[in-house]
């Protein structure tokens, strides 16, 4: 299974990957009703919400896994 990257949009990955959901929330990023997820790269959403890019990509791909 491809690693998620910070590249990726927040809807490519919650297409993808629906089990991600649940990551985003424990991050408090509500992305599924987000206008800005359809754009909005994971790298641009942690930044934009103060968190770590590494942790959430962590978190995010351990749940994929």
């Known amino acids: 299974m491809a690693e998620i990257s910070k590249d990726m ?6 297409r993808a990957h629906p089990e991600s959901v649940k990551v985003l929330q424990k ?3 509500g992305c599924i ?3 800005g997820a359809q754009n909005e790269n994971l790298e641009q959403g942690a ?3 103060g968190l770590d890019i590494d942790t959430l990509l962590s978190d995010l791909n351990a749940a994929i896994s």
């Open 9 to 14: 949009t927040f809807f490519e990955l919650m």
């Open 27 to 29: 991050h408090n990023l």
């Open 47 to 49: 930044r934009a919400h």
């Open 33 to 35: 009703g987000c206008m």
